[in-house]
C-alpha cells in the first residue's frame, strides 16, 4: 500500500466533494502535515516503543456507507444506555440516525461538526478545533486532520448539568473488507457547567481494524468533566486514540483508561492547564495479554500558577504481550505553586511479556511539589502464600489479588454502572485461561 498515494486520492476527493466547507483550509494544512511527515517510526522518540507502520500496510476500505444498523447498535450498548445520550460513529461519521440526544438543547447541543463550523458556533469552532496540533505534532494527528468529515460537535451551555451523560459508541465494520477510521469530536463545557462523556470501540466482523481518533475538549472556568474510555475490542483491532483537554478556566477534570483488549492500540492523553488553579486526575489501567501493545503516552503541561494533578496508571502483562508508560509533567516558568504527582505500577505475569515505563519532569519555575516514580514486579509471594494456605486454588488466588491491584483504578469510575460493567470486563479477561 503506497500510503501517500492512496491517501492524496482519498483526500482529493474528499476536498472536491466539499469546495464550500470552512474546514477545507484545515484539512489542506493536515495533508501537507502528513505528506511531510509520514508515519511515525521508532526513530521518533514519542514512538520508540510502538511501531504502527504495520497498520498501513493493508488495503483499508475508507467507505462513508456501511450497513450497520439499529440491532447492530444494540449489541454494543453501554449499561445505563437509557439514561444517555448516545452518539454512533459508524468508520469514523457520527451517524445522527443511529444516535439518541435525550438531553433538552437548552442543556446540550450535539451538531454534525462541518454544521457548526459554519453556524452560530463557527467561532467556537475555528477558536479551539486543532488546538491539539500544538502538542501532537507528528503523522498520525495530521492524517486525522487532513480527513475531517463527519465528526461531532458536543457543547453543554453555561450553567447547565445535563442530566443524561454522553456515551460515544465508536463502530468499525470490517465484515467485508479491512476498515479504517478517522473520527473527529470537539467537545467544550461551558462555564459552570458538567458534563460525563464516555468512549467506547467496537470492530464488527474478522477482518482488520484502525481506528485514528482524536476528541478535543475544552473546559471553562468552574466546570466540571469526567471522561471514560473502555477499549475492549478484537485482536485484529487497532488504534490511536488522542484525547487533548485544555482547561482555559479554573476547572476540574477526572479521566480513566481502561485497556484490555486489542492489536496495536496507542494512547495520548494530554491535559493544558491554562488557567490558575486547575486540578485534574488521570486514572489508568492496561490488562494485556495475547500478542495485544498498549502504549499510554500522557502529558500535563501547567501553564498557570496553583495548579494540581495526581496520575495513577497501572499495568498488567502477561504472554507475549507489550505495554508501554511515558508520562511527562511540564512546568512552565509561570506556574509557580504547582502541585503536580505521577505514578505508573506494572505486574508482569509471563517471562516473555515487555514493559518499558518512563516517568518525565521537565520544571522551569522554582516554587513547586512534583513527584514521579514507577515499579515493575511481579505478584506479593506472601500474599499468594496466604490465599493458597486458606484452600484457594492458584489461578483464584492469582485472580483476587490482580483484581485487588487493578481495584485503585476501577474505583475511580464514578457511574455505578459502568464501574459494575468494567469489574465484569476485568474479571472475564483475568479468569479466561
Known amino acids: 500500500m503506497n500510503n501517500i498515494t492512496y491517501f492524496k486520492d482519498q483526500f482529493e476527493q474528499l476536498q472536491e466533494a466539499n469546495p464550500n466547507d470552512t474546514i477545507a483550509d484545515l484539512r489542506q494544512n493536515g495533508f501537507d502535515a502528513f505528506t511531510k511527515d509520514g508515519v511515525p517510526t521508532y526513530r521518533d522518540e514519542d514512538w520508540k516503543y510502538t511501531n504502527v507502520s504495520s497498520l498501513f500496510d493493508k488495503e483499508y476500505l475508507i467507505a462513508e456507507n456501511s450497513t450497520i444498523t439499529l440491532a447492530d447498535v444494540n449489541t454494543i450498548r453501554l449499561p445505563g444506555y437509557k439514561q444517555a445520550n448516545e452518539l454512533v460513529f459508524v468508520n469514523g461519521r457520527f451517524i445522527a440516525n ?11 447541543v450535539v451538531l454534525p461538526l462541518e454544521e457548526a463550523a459554519k453556524g452560530e458556533y463557527k467561532e467556537i469552532v475555528a477558536a479551539h478545533l486543532n488546538q491539539s496540533s500544538n502538542y501532537l505534532n507528528d503523522g498520525i494527528h495530521a492524517l486525522n486532520t487532513s480527513f475531517i468529515n463527519g465528526g461531532v460537535f458536543v457543547h453543554v451551555l453555561k450553567g447547565k448539568e445535563p442530566e443524561h ?46 481506528n485514528n481518533q482524536v476528541m478535543e475538549v475544552v473546559v471553562k472556568e468552574n466546570a466540571y468533566v469526567e471522561y471514560y474510555k473502555i477499549q475492549n475490542d478484537t485482536a485484529n483491532a487497532s488504534q490511536v486514540s488522542s484525547t487533548h483537554i485544555r482547561q482555559i478556566g479554573r476547572s476540574y477534570v477526572h479521566t480513566v483508561t481502561i485497556t484490555l483488549n486489542g492489536g496495536i492500540v496507542r494512547n495520548n492523553m494530554n491535559l493544558v492547564l491554562d488557567a490558575a488553579g486547575n486540578e485534574t486526575h488521570l486514572y489508568g489501567l492496561y490488562l494485556l495479554k495475547g500478542k495485544s501493545h498498549a502504549d499510554n503516552h500522557t502529558l500535563i503541561d501547567n501553564l498557570k500558577p ?14 507475549t504481550s ?9 512546568v512552565q516558568p509561570d506556574a509557580q505553586k504547582t502541585n503536580a504527582y505521577q505514578s505508573n505500577k506494572n505486574i508482569l505475569l509471563s517471562e516473555n511479556a515487555t514493559i518499558n515505563t518512563k516517568p518525565q519532569l521537565e520544571i522551569f519555575a522554582d516554587d ?27 489461578e483464584s488466588a492469582e485472580v483476587l489479588l490482580l483484581q485487588a491491584f487493578a481495584a485503585d483504578i476501577v474505583d475511580q469510575i464514578k457511574p455505578e454502572p459502568l464501574r459494575s460493567y468494567v469489574s465484569k470486563l476485568i474479571y472475564e479477561h483475568l479468569a479466561i485461561q
Open 165 to 210: 451523560p454522553v456515551y460515544c459508541y465508536h463502530i468499525l465494520d470490517a465484515r467485508q473488507n479491512p476498515a479504517l477510521a478517522q473520527p473527529r469530536s470537539l467537545v467544550l463545557a461551558d462555564e459552570n457547567s458538567r458534563l460525563q462523556i464516555t468512549e467506547s470501540y467496537t470492530t464488527l466482523g474478522a477482518s482488520d481494524s484502525f
Open 368 to 394: 513547586v511539589k512534583c513527584s514521579h516514580g514507577c515499579t515493575i514486579g511481579q505478584l506479593d509471594e506472601e500474599a499468594m502464600f496466604y490465599l493458597r494456605a486458606r484452600g484457594i486454588p492458584k
Open 98 to 108: 443511529l444516535s439518541t440526544i435525550r438531553s433538552a438543547t437548552t442543556d446540550l
Open 322 to 330: 507489550t505495554a508501554v508508560f511515558n508520562g511527562r509533567i511540564m
Open 306 to 319: 496553583n495548579c494540581f494533578s495526581n496520575q495513577l496508571y497501572k499495568g498488567i502483562a502477561d504472554d
